[in-house]
Protein backbone atom coordinates (compact mmCIF):
# COMPACT_ATOMS: atom_id res chain seq x y z
CA UNK A 1 0.00 0.00 0.00
CA UNK A 2 1.23 3.42 -0.49
CA UNK A 3 -0.55 6.15 1.42
CA UNK A 4 -0.81 9.63 0.20
CA UNK A 5 0.02 12.43 1.41
CA UNK A 6 -1.21 13.51 5.15
CA UNK A 7 -1.36 10.30 6.62
CA UNK A 8 1.69 9.01 7.83
CA UNK A 9 1.28 11.82 10.73
CA UNK A 10 -2.31 9.72 11.79
CA UNK A 11 -0.86 6.05 11.60
CA UNK A 12 -2.43 4.21 13.73
CA UNK A 13 -0.92 2.19 16.09
CA UNK A 14 -3.21 -0.92 16.78
CA UNK A 15 -1.94 -4.12 15.50
CA UNK A 16 -3.65 -4.26 12.06
CA UNK A 17 -3.43 -7.64 11.34
CA UNK A 18 -4.23 -8.90 14.42
CA UNK A 19 -6.94 -6.88 14.81
CA UNK A 20 -8.42 -7.82 11.50
CA UNK A 21 -7.40 -11.64 12.01
CA UNK A 22 -10.25 -10.83 15.22
CA UNK A 23 -12.48 -9.39 12.46
CA UNK A 24 -12.42 -12.11 10.37
CA UNK A 25 -13.04 -14.74 12.87
CA UNK A 26 -16.11 -12.63 14.47
CA UNK A 27 -19.35 -15.12 13.77
CA UNK A 28 -21.43 -13.18 11.06
CA UNK A 29 -24.51 -10.88 12.03
CA UNK A 30 -27.06 -13.02 12.73
CA UNK A 31 -25.38 -15.36 14.49
CA UNK A 32 -24.23 -13.28 17.52
CA UNK A 33 -26.15 -13.04 20.81
CA UNK A 34 -29.67 -13.41 19.80
CA UNK A 35 -31.24 -14.62 23.14
CA UNK A 36 -29.83 -12.16 25.82
CA UNK A 37 -30.23 -9.48 27.90
CA UNK A 38 -29.35 -6.03 27.84
CA UNK A 39 -27.28 -4.27 30.22
CA UNK A 40 -27.98 -0.86 29.28
CA UNK A 41 -31.20 1.14 31.03
CA UNK A 42 -32.08 4.72 30.32
CA UNK A 43 -34.81 6.31 33.26
CA UNK A 44 -37.93 7.12 31.61
CA UNK A 45 -40.69 9.67 32.97
CA UNK A 46 -44.01 9.45 31.27
CA UNK A 47 -47.98 10.85 33.15
CA UNK A 48 -45.10 11.46 36.82
CA UNK A 49 -44.04 8.34 36.41
CA UNK A 50 -40.18 6.81 36.43
CA UNK A 51 -39.58 3.49 34.72
CA UNK A 52 -36.44 2.19 33.34
CA UNK A 53 -36.06 1.52 29.53
CA UNK A 54 -33.23 -0.92 27.28
CA UNK A 55 -31.00 0.97 25.39
CA UNK A 56 -31.29 -1.10 21.82
CA UNK A 57 -28.42 -2.04 19.59
CA UNK A 58 -29.93 0.16 16.99
CA UNK A 59 -29.70 3.06 19.07
CA UNK A 60 -25.88 2.11 20.05
CA UNK A 61 -25.27 1.66 16.12
CA UNK A 62 -26.66 4.96 14.82
CA UNK A 63 -23.82 6.42 16.71
CA UNK A 64 -21.10 4.39 15.61
CA UNK A 65 -19.23 5.74 11.81
CA UNK A 66 -19.96 2.41 9.95
CA UNK A 67 -16.79 1.90 8.49
CA UNK A 68 -17.48 -1.71 9.26
CA UNK A 69 -13.74 -2.09 10.13
CA UNK A 70 -13.41 -4.78 13.28
CA UNK A 71 -11.08 -2.24 14.79
CA UNK A 72 -13.13 -2.97 17.75
CA UNK A 73 -12.70 -6.67 17.56
CA UNK A 74 -16.26 -7.09 16.54
CA UNK A 75 -16.42 -7.28 12.93
CA UNK A 76 -18.55 -4.74 12.25
CA UNK A 77 -20.53 -1.96 14.01
CA UNK A 78 -23.78 -3.85 14.51
CA UNK A 79 -21.70 -6.48 16.38
CA UNK A 80 -20.36 -3.62 18.31
CA UNK A 81 -23.36 -2.06 19.46
CA UNK A 82 -25.25 -5.63 20.36
CA UNK A 83 -21.92 -6.51 22.48
CA UNK A 84 -22.28 -3.28 24.02
CA UNK A 85 -26.02 -3.73 24.26
CA UNK A 86 -25.95 -7.10 25.78
CA UNK A 87 -22.16 -8.21 26.90
CA UNK A 88 -21.13 -4.52 28.13
CA UNK A 89 -18.51 -4.21 25.67
CA UNK A 90 -15.95 -0.97 26.50
CA UNK A 91 -17.17 2.28 24.96
CA UNK A 92 -13.66 3.12 24.12
CA UNK A 93 -13.14 0.63 21.13
CA UNK A 94 -13.92 2.49 17.98
CA UNK A 95 -10.73 4.75 16.28
CA UNK A 96 -12.80 5.57 13.42
CA UNK A 97 -15.44 7.12 15.77
CA UNK A 98 -12.82 8.87 17.77
CA UNK A 99 -13.46 11.28 20.22
CA UNK A 100 -16.78 12.12 19.08
CA UNK A 101 -18.64 9.33 18.85
CA UNK A 102 -16.68 7.95 22.49
CA UNK A 103 -18.68 11.36 23.61
CA UNK A 104 -21.69 10.05 22.34
CA UNK A 105 -21.69 6.94 23.46
CA UNK A 106 -20.97 7.93 26.79
CA UNK A 107 -24.30 10.13 27.18
CA UNK A 108 -26.22 7.76 25.40
CA UNK A 109 -24.85 5.04 28.10
CA UNK A 110 -24.77 7.52 30.77
CA UNK A 111 -20.81 6.40 31.17
CA UNK A 112 -18.18 8.99 31.66
CA UNK A 113 -16.19 9.09 28.96
CA UNK A 114 -12.93 11.12 30.56
CA UNK A 115 -10.86 8.35 31.31
CA UNK A 116 -10.86 7.24 27.69
CA UNK A 117 -10.31 10.73 25.73
CA UNK A 118 -6.36 10.95 25.87
CA UNK A 119 -6.16 7.61 24.57
CA UNK A 120 -8.89 7.78 22.06
CA UNK A 121 -7.12 11.25 20.51
CA UNK A 122 -3.95 9.42 20.16
CA UNK A 123 -5.53 6.12 18.25
CA UNK A 124 -8.35 8.01 16.34
CA UNK A 125 -8.24 7.50 12.91
CA UNK A 126 -9.05 10.28 9.77
CA UNK A 127 -11.95 9.52 7.91
CA UNK A 128 -10.56 7.73 4.38
CA UNK A 129 -11.09 5.53 1.12
CA UNK A 130 -9.27 3.04 -0.99
CA UNK A 131 -8.14 4.26 -4.24
CA UNK A 132 -6.84 0.80 -6.58
CA UNK A 133 -3.86 1.54 -9.00
CA UNK A 134 -5.63 0.38 -11.87
CA UNK A 135 -2.70 -0.13 -14.13
CA UNK A 136 -1.34 -2.60 -11.48
CA UNK A 137 -4.04 -4.46 -10.94
CA UNK A 138 -3.99 -8.17 -11.72
CA UNK A 139 -7.26 -9.19 -11.45
CA UNK A 140 -7.28 -11.48 -8.62
CA UNK A 141 -10.38 -10.48 -6.72
CA UNK A 142 -9.08 -11.00 -3.27
CA UNK A 143 -9.82 -7.13 -2.64
CA UNK A 144 -13.62 -7.85 -3.65
CA UNK A 145 -13.75 -10.65 -1.12
CA UNK A 146 -12.64 -8.50 2.22
CA UNK A 147 -14.41 -5.25 1.10
CA UNK A 148 -17.54 -5.59 4.10
CA UNK A 149 -19.41 -3.46 2.07
CA UNK A 150 -18.86 -4.48 -1.89
CA UNK A 151 -17.80 -1.71 -2.33
CA UNK A 152 -15.18 -2.65 -5.48
CA UNK A 153 -16.43 -3.74 -9.31
CA UNK A 154 -14.79 -6.13 -10.98
CA UNK A 155 -14.16 -9.87 -11.93
CA UNK A 156 -11.29 -12.44 -12.59
CA UNK A 157 -8.44 -11.51 -14.13
CA UNK A 158 -9.97 -8.07 -15.11
CA UNK A 159 -9.15 -4.82 -13.66
CA UNK A 160 -10.65 -3.75 -10.68
CA UNK A 161 -11.89 -0.20 -9.40
CA UNK A 162 -13.23 1.45 -6.29
CA UNK A 163 -16.72 2.79 -5.97
CA UNK A 164 -15.45 6.40 -3.57
CA UNK A 165 -19.13 6.94 -2.87
CA UNK A 166 -19.41 3.63 -1.14
CA UNK A 167 -16.03 2.99 0.15
CA UNK A 168 -15.60 3.37 3.91
CA UNK A 169 -12.04 3.77 4.00
CA UNK A 170 -12.00 0.35 6.37
CA UNK A 171 -8.68 -0.72 5.10
CA UNK A 172 -9.67 -4.46 4.97
CA UNK A 173 -8.68 -4.75 1.22
CA UNK A 174 -5.05 -3.77 1.53
CA UNK A 175 -2.97 -6.52 3.07
CA UNK A 176 -5.29 -9.18 0.85
CA UNK A 177 -4.14 -7.41 -2.48
CA UNK A 178 -1.03 -9.67 -3.32
CA UNK A 179 0.57 -6.54 -6.15
CA UNK A 180 -0.12 -3.93 -3.01
CA UNK A 181 -2.03 -1.80 -5.65
CA UNK A 182 -4.15 -0.08 -3.16
CA UNK A 183 -3.37 3.67 -1.72
CA UNK A 184 -5.52 5.22 1.00
CA UNK A 185 -6.23 8.99 1.27
CA UNK A 186 -7.66 11.06 3.77
CA UNK A 187 -11.23 12.51 2.52
CA UNK A 188 -13.99 14.90 4.91
CA UNK A 189 -15.82 13.52 7.50
CA UNK A 190 -18.65 11.06 6.18
CA UNK A 191 -22.02 12.13 5.28
CA UNK A 192 -24.86 10.33 7.13
CA UNK A 193 -26.17 9.63 3.57
CA UNK A 194 -22.57 7.66 2.83
CA UNK A 195 -23.09 5.97 6.87
CA UNK A 196 -26.90 4.53 6.13
CA UNK A 197 -25.53 3.43 2.94
CA UNK A 198 -22.67 1.41 4.16
CA UNK A 199 -25.23 -0.16 6.99
CA UNK A 200 -27.43 -1.41 4.50
CA UNK A 201 -24.37 -2.77 2.15
CA UNK A 202 -23.21 -4.30 5.12
CA UNK A 203 -26.04 -5.49 6.33
CA UNK A 204 -27.45 -7.17 2.91
CA UNK A 205 -23.58 -8.38 2.53
CA UNK A 206 -23.89 -10.07 6.22
CA UNK A 207 -27.18 -11.54 5.26
CA UNK A 208 -25.70 -12.77 1.85
CA UNK A 209 -22.86 -14.22 3.33
CA UNK A 210 -25.10 -16.47 5.74
CA UNK A 211 -27.75 -17.76 2.95
CA UNK A 212 -24.41 -18.96 0.83
CA UNK A 213 -23.55 -20.67 4.08
CA UNK A 214 -26.37 -21.92 4.91
CA UNK A 215 -26.98 -23.57 0.70
CA UNK A 216 -23.55 -24.86 1.07
CA UNK A 217 -24.09 -26.64 4.16
CA UNK A 218 -27.10 -28.28 2.13
CA UNK A 219 -25.76 -28.72 -0.69
CA UNK A 220 -22.90 -30.65 1.27
CA UNK A 221 -24.87 -33.78 2.39
CA UNK A 222 -21.93 -35.14 4.40
CA UNK A 223 -21.69 -31.81 6.99
CA UNK A 224 -25.30 -32.43 6.79
CA UNK A 225 -25.68 -35.96 8.37
CA UNK A 226 -22.60 -35.57 10.78
CA UNK A 227 -24.89 -32.76 12.51
CA UNK A 228 -28.31 -34.54 12.20
CA UNK A 229 -25.99 -37.50 13.45
CA UNK A 230 -24.89 -35.38 16.20
CA UNK A 231 -28.27 -33.98 17.58
CA UNK A 232 -29.67 -37.50 17.34
CA UNK A 233 -26.53 -38.40 19.66
CA UNK A 234 -27.33 -35.61 22.23
CA UNK A 235 -31.00 -36.46 22.29
CA UNK A 236 -30.23 -39.90 22.93
CA UNK A 237 -27.95 -39.36 25.80
CA UNK A 238 -30.50 -36.49 27.58
CA UNK A 239 -33.55 -39.15 27.10
CA UNK A 240 -30.97 -41.65 28.99
CA UNK A 241 -30.07 -39.07 31.38
CA UNK A 242 -33.60 -38.30 32.08
CA UNK A 243 -34.41 -42.50 32.19
CA UNK A 244 -31.81 -43.15 35.32
S1 LIG B 1 -16.15 1.65 12.72
FE1 LIG B 1 -15.91 1.37 14.92
S2 LIG B 1 -17.67 0.15 15.57
FE2 LIG B 1 -17.54 0.04 13.33
S3 LIG B 1 -16.39 -1.84 12.98
FE3 LIG B 1 -14.89 -0.14 12.97
S4 LIG B 1 -14.18 -0.05 15.12
FE4 LIG B 1 -16.04 -1.30 15.10
S1 LIG C 1 -12.81 -0.72 -0.91
FE1 LIG C 1 -11.34 -1.37 0.65
S2 LIG C 1 -11.25 0.33 2.10
FE2 LIG C 1 -13.07 0.65 0.82
S3 LIG C 1 -14.72 -0.30 2.01
FE3 LIG C 1 -13.99 -1.87 0.61
S4 LIG C 1 -12.43 -2.98 1.78
FE4 LIG C 1 -12.83 -1.07 2.86
S1 LIG D 1 -6.52 -7.52 -4.61
FE1 LIG D 1 -5.24 -6.03 -5.71
S2 LIG D 1 -4.60 -7.09 -7.56
FE2 LIG D 1 -6.29 -8.26 -6.71
S3 LIG D 1 -8.11 -7.47 -7.79
FE3 LIG D 1 -7.91 -6.29 -5.90
S4 LIG D 1 -6.70 -4.50 -6.44
FE4 LIG D 1 -6.45 -5.95 -8.10
Redesign the pocket.
Known sequence: MRRLEGLQKNENPLNKEALRDG?KSAPPQGERIQQMTPTNFRTVSTNGYEYMKSITPEEIDII??????????????M???EAITFEKAAIN?????GVK?LKKLGELLQQDPTPFITDMEQKAKPNMVAVIREPECIGCTKCIQAC?VDAILGSAKQMHTIIADEC?G?ELCIAPCPVDCIDIVIVPESTDEKKNLARTRFNTRQKRLLKEKQEKNISNPSSMIKRQSYIQDAIARVKAKKEK
Open positions: ALPQTQCGLCSYGGCPYALCPPGTPTC
